[in-house]
């Protein structure tokens, strides 16, 4: 059997857990320049007249008037209480897939002896006790088994967020009860043209002959087709994969002509991506960095562009990577543009144990292996740029390109200055 926990409406129950009086009140999340709606509770979704996506300017004063309670996106929190949850899991199951930042697969096929509603009910009860965050347990064979009882889960009222599919009766009526759209996998122009044929639910689809399913749906819904009849065809992947390139690019909180702020903004992104490249050992062969105005202006002059440098040897120094985005940023600015984004993304990564030397290339820096990580592990400790690279600039001159975060709560469990503090 198989578990899937999944966290309800996880960015706005975040902010909740430090704002007890917003329990049971309408709380939505912004974008990054609190730009528009990423993210909703069940109560802000009830207020139909609040479109999800919409650009917050059209619809402050609509927020306001519901009492809706906003926040700019807190992604340090989010990480920080994403990773107490999955410490939680792995104290359910030796067996854990991190899916996405707010849900989970469990494997529960080696416990014995189990009575699987109780087994979810202690998940559920354990993490909101542990970190006050509410959770669905869909539990059932499969994992695309599972996503559906996660959903019946978290809709239908009277079963505490858990649901088990542990009977073919169950697995017959919950399919009967969704609909094909919501079938994890199924995509837009598959629904589609599965309506066409007159298959509106899971249950329905489970009915059609394999060899269609196979000839119009390929292997992956063929896949899909066994995992909804019961028959295990993916595997809980318990390794996260390493990623094949890691970038950034984020809007600045304004307009940006100038070269030297364009820069720290450059590097202070490289300090971010040569970060996660180290975690998962791995090394970039190649830097790519591009620049671009806002295309939505009528009144500024347009201009993007991007270049990619080769590395003489892969690397995931923080400043070996600045040096060579710099040069790079150099390249390809030009003045007189106000500027909306810069972004860097490395790529051709490799591991770092099997790193090849080049003897026709300019000598790099010494390896500093562990320079890195001592400034790794005071960053995680005492807070991101805690240590960083001088070119990526100081807080005064960095509020000129950071995005904007107006409404952001206090990063609670990461920074000592934000902490809760309780007033007696």
Partial sequence: ??????????????????????????????????????????????????????????????????????????????????????????????????YSIDESFLNLSGIKSINYRKYGLSIRNRILKNTGLPVGVGIAPTKVLAKVANKIAKKKSGLRNVFVIDTEEIREKALKNTNIKDVWGIGRAHVKSLKKIDVNTAYDFTQLPSSWVLKNMKIVGLRIWHELRGKSCLEINELPRSKKAIGTAKSFGERIENFDLISEACAYYIGEVSEV???????????????????????????????????????????????????????????????????????????????????????????????????????????????QSAHAGFPESRKKWELVKAHRSPRFTTQWNEILKIST
Avoid at 37 to 66: G, Q, R, W, Y
């Fill in 277 to 387: 490249l180290r975690q998962q050992k791995s090394c970039a062969s190649f830097v790519h960095v591009f620049l671009n105005t806002n295309y939505h202006s009528k009144t500024d002059k347009q201009y993007s562009n991007g270049i990619t440098v080769t590395l003489p040897v892969p690397t995931n120094d923080t400043l070996v990577l600045t040096s060579f985005a710099h040069q790079a940023l150099k390249e390809i600015y030009k003045p007189g543009y106000r500027y909306k984004k810069v972004g860097v993304n490395l790529s051709g990564l490799v591991p770092k144990k099997y790193i090849q030397g080049n003897l026709f290339a300019p000598v790099l820096p010494p390896n500093k292996d562990g320079l890195w990580e001592v400034i790794d592990h005071l960053n995680f400790k005492y807070g991101k740029s805690t240590i």
């Fill in 1 to 98: 059997m198989i578990a899937l926990v999944d966290c309800n409406s996880f960015y706005a129950s975040c902010e909740q857990v430090f704002r007890p009086d917003l329990q049971g009140k309408p709380v939505v999340v912004l974008s990054n320049n609190d730009g528009c709606i990423i993210a909703a509770n069940k109560e802000a979704k009830a207020l139909t007249d609040i479109p999800m996506f919409e650009p917050v300017f059209k619809i402050k004063k609509l927020l306001e008037d519901n009492d809706v309670a906003f926040f700019s996106s807190n992604y340090t929190l989010y990480g920080e209480m994403s990773q107490r949850v999955m410490n939680i899991l792995m104290d359910f199951s030796p067996a854990v897939e991190v």
